[in-house]
């Protein structure tokens, strides 16, 4: 059973920063892809960055130059540095893994930016 539990989210005022991570569980195979995804209140789920296992990545315009993704392959785990935290960016963040034909999701972690 593959579990995925994030960690990091919290209160931050804007302009600050946050790291957020993502440990799996459960898997002896490498992800092909992982990702980070968030849903503000009211809103629906967006993505935000993915990291394939080759480290190649993909940004949200909303947060490219912002947010890094990053992942350790040999511990399945995946980071979102976040920089320049912005109150547009308050959300629920939830950790995304891809294998074969097989989606994972994590519980979500919290965000808040206050302005």
């Known amino acids: 059973q593959v579990q995925l539990v994030e960690s990091g989210g919290g209160l931050v005022q804007a302009g600050g920063s946050l790291r957020l991570s993502c440990a799996a569980s459960?898997?002896?195979?490498?992800?092909?892809?992982m990702a980070w995804y968030r849903q503000a209140p009211g809103k629906q789920r967006e993505l935000v960055a993915t990291r394939t296992f080759g480290g190649s990545a993909n940004y949200a315009d909303s947060v490219k130059g912002r947010f890094t993704i990053s992942r350790d392959n040999t511990k399945n785990a995946v980071y979102l540095q976040m920089n320049s935290l912005k109150p547009e960016d308050t959300a629920d963040y939830y950790c995304?893994?891809?294998?074969?034909?097989?989606?994972?999701w994590g519980q979500g972690t919290q965000v808040t930016v206050s302005s």
């Open positions: 459960g898997s002896i195979f490498s992800f092909d892809v």
């Open positions: 995304n893994a891809i294998l074969g034909s097989n989606y994972y």
